[in-house]
């Protein structure tokens, strides 16, 4: 019997911790010179970086390990899941055309009945 699955695909929804946080004209990012306490240093890894967070992962497996880092680290982590839809190129263009053209047709609907509401307004 073959079992049949549908491909998922994780990635990280990460926080990092406020201690790593500098604020560099009003935006939040993340201080270089901070290093976490459960950070030992190695012959192979001497210095503390950040993981990436950023990767698309094939296995719940290798999601769960750099989750697992980055909570070590001072991390909330959230494992996200999703299955994707495979689609050919041409029917996934003809698709996209017809959602900005719907997107174009309801954007011209809005600043109609807006512009319709401010007259209605003004004339008031």
């Known amino acids: 019997m073959t079992k049949t699955t549908e ?28 290093v976490p306490d459960t950070f030992t240093p190695t012959e192979q890894v001497p210095a503390f970086y950040w993981p990436k967070t950023d990767r698309i992962y094939r296995s719940r497996s290798a999601a769960t390990d750099r989750a697992a880092l980055l909570r070590r680290y001072g991390c909330t ?4 899941e999703c299955t994707p839809a495979w689609e050919n190129i041409p029917t996934a263009n003809a698709r996209r055309r017809r959602e900005r053209t719907a997107a174009t047709i309801r954007h011209s609907i809005d600043s109609v009945f807006t512009d319709r ?8």
Not at 117 to 124: G, I, M, S, V
């Open 7 to 34: 491909p998922r695909l994780y990635c990280l929804e990460v926080s990092y911790p406020a201690a790593a946080l500098i604020d560099r004209s009003g935006e939040e990012i993340l201080d270089p010179n901070w």
């Open 77 to 80: 982590v959230t494992i996200l």
């Open 117 to 124: 509401d401010q007259l209605e307004e003004e004339q008031a």
